[in-house]
């Protein structure tokens, strides 16, 4: 009896694991269209879409639709897109559930570009929430803020979400840390000459 109570309880933790599995990857994909679509709105200036996919506490946190608008359009203009650029791509890196229908995630943005004729990549992140179910999503973008204030422009934030501090890449440099470490790797080993052992004195007899 202990045999099949224990195999029952085995079976139903499995199911319960994979469904958990399915859902988790059917937030995902959602919130990556969604992201997708923000991400694009912004690129091609399509301010209406964009503000429609931003969360409505950001667009409070700046004195309404108005005033989020300004402020999104003042840093695209001093951050401008190159003619050579494409939008930005996206990954979802963390995705958390309160139990309820509540989800919320944390998207990876990188923007590939030139600053001072060095192609660099810049990482940054947006904090995605959705409130039925993981079915529609809209976006705080920490770009545009900094990481210690997302609290104050969503307080309802799990606490638990970590985000990452956005970062930038140069290419030159990247390639010279992996040519100095294949370098390190490849050096001969020096080898330490073994000394000779010093002769016993002599006894006298």
Same mark, same amino acid.
């Given at each position: %009896? ?11 933790? *499995? ?9 988790? @990857? ?21 301010? $209406?879409?964009?503000? @429609? ?27 401008? &897109? ?13 995705? %958390? ?22 192609? =660099? ?28 204030? *997302?609290?104050?422009?969503? &307080? ?19 390639? /010279?840390?992996?040519? =100095?470490?294949?370098?390190? @790797?490849? @050096? &001969?080993? $020096? ?5 000779? &052992? *010093?002769?016993? /004195?002599? $006894?006298?007899?």
């Amino acid at each position: %009896m202990k045999a099949l109570k224990l195999f029952v309880a085995l079976v139903l933790s *499995v199911a319960f694991f994979s469904t958990q599995a399915q859902d988790t @990857a059917r937030q995902t994909e959602k919130a990556l269209f969604y992201a997708d679509s923000l991400v694009r709105s912004a690129f091609y200036q399509d301010w $209406k879409s964009f503000l @429609a996919l931003s969360n409505q506490s950001a667009i409070k946190y700046y004195g309404g639709a108005d005033g989020y608008k300004d402020h999104v359009i003042t840093l695209y203009f001093h951050y401008e &897109p190159t003619m050579e650029e494409k939008p930005q791509t996206v990954r979802v890196i963390r995705m %958390m559930n309160n139990g309820t229908d509540e989800w919320q995630c944390v998207l990876e943005k990188v923007r590939s570009t030139f600053i001072e004729n060095r192609k =660099a990549r810049i990482y940054s992140y947006l904090v995605g929430q959705s409130k039925d179910d993981g079915e529609n999503w809209k976006f705080v973008d920490i770009s545009q803020n900094s990481v210690k204030n *997302v609290i104050y422009i969503l &307080p309802d934030i799990f606490s638990t979400l970590a985000i990452p501090d956005g970062k930038t890449i140069y290419e030159d440099d990247e390639l /010279a840390a992996v040519q =100095a470490a294949a370098a390190v @790797a490849e @050096a &001969p080993k $020096k080898t330490v000459p073994k000394k000779r &052992p *010093v002769p016993a /004195a002599k $006894k006298r007899k």
